[in-house]
């Protein structure tokens, strides 16, 4: 696997929340905070990144992360691209011949998502020296910024992460995000991590990742302190999973009876899009516990964090401009 430290223990590479040092995810959490204050001011932009180059590598639909990444570089004063890959790809030429070009480019960062668990991984064993590689998500693998921007909002609202019970509910099988999410509030400290959801959209192995699972929505929702719902990725769906989108509803779609049996100052957290009527009921998704939207803004201030980390700190200071 390839590193993402560099040899004096700064990120290089951001691919995937598993393995990496409490003190690396403290550290981004605090440079996303100071980066929360300047998205609030008038001026939103710092020039850490002049002079750098990011490019967008969106092989996979997105909305949140695609636009937050985006904003995230300006903000940073870096040049930002935005492939189209579709037209791109058109004319046959292979991921590593158009990353050749467009390191070729003087490109400094790749963001990538692809349908493809270990396409983020496979980029940056092939890029330079100088290049650095984020995962906006690959397959059903990782998402560690989607992973970072919640744990950002947990510690705003809760103060941080030791005494919590924070319960993952759905289809924890083909979420990339609940993988990154269990790697990193594991990393953080957090009490206790309970995923919920039926025997059918729950990884064999998922014991293993040291959360506490539940069958029973109310069962596993007592007492949490945060509720993270996720989305049902019928796209990734292969064969009957579930009877009906009614009756995972029933099971497992959060309400506000459901929602009772939580903390009642807990908070309800998703990483979009949402399903309503499938996953999580309008009354609480825009409910007055729902932090759905501030997980979006807070996205802008981790990915900052992010880029300034895996770039900004590590490589020389760009010249002035002449
Ligand atoms: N949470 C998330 O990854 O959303 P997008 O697919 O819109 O980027």
Aim: hydrophobic content about 45%; glycine content about 8%.
């Amino acid at each position: 696997m390839t590193r993402q430290l560099d040899t004096d223990g700064r990120l290089r590479h951001f691919l995937t929340t598993e393995g990496l040092p409490r003190n690396l995810l403290l550290q981004l959490l605090d440079t996303a905070e100071s980066f929360a204050g300047v998205i609030g001011k008038s001026v939103k932009k710092v020039p850490l990144l002049r002079g750098r180059t990011v490019i967008n590598l969106f092989f996979e639909a997105s909305t949140r992360t695609r636009i937050t990444f985006e904003l995230a570089a300006k903000r940073l004063s870096a040049d930002v691209l935005n492939v189209n890959v579709a037209t791109t790809t058109v004319k046959g030429e292979s991921l590593l011949d158009m990353l050749r070009n467009l390191e070729a480019m003087q490109a400094d960062m790749f963001v990538v998502r692809h349908s493809e668990s270990g396409t983020a991984e496979y980029v940056a064993q092939h890029v330079g020296e100088s290049v650095s590689v984020l995962n906006a998500g690959d397959g059903w693998h990782a998402h560690p910024t989607q992973a970072m921007l919640d744990a950002f909002t947990i510690r705003r609202h809760k103060g941080g992460f030791e005494p919590l019970v924070i319960a993952i509910v759905g289809d924890v099988m083909h979420s990339r995000v609940a993988r990154s999410q269990i790697h990193a509030l594991g990393g953080l400290g957090a009490g206790e991590v309970r995923v919920i959801a039926p025997r059918t959209l729950l990884p064999r192995d998922i014991e293993s990742l040291g959360v506490r699972v539940f069958h029973d929505m109310r069962l596993g929702l007592k007492d949490a302190d945060v509720v993270i719902m996720l989305r049902l990725q019928r796209e990734r769906m292969q064969g009957a999973l579930l009877p009906s989108e009614p009756e995972y509803f029933r099971l497992y779609g959060l309400t506000e009876d459901k929602l009772a049996v939580a903390k009642p100052d807990a908070i309800v957290m998703h990483p979009g899009p949402i399903n309503r009527g499938v996953e999580i009921d309008s009354r609480v998704a825009d409910g007055a516990r729902s932090v759905i939207l501030e997980q979006v803004t807070n996205g802008i201030a981790v990915r900052m964090a992010v880029m300034s980390m895996a770039l900004g700190a590590r490589r020389e200071t760009p010249p002035a401009p002449a």
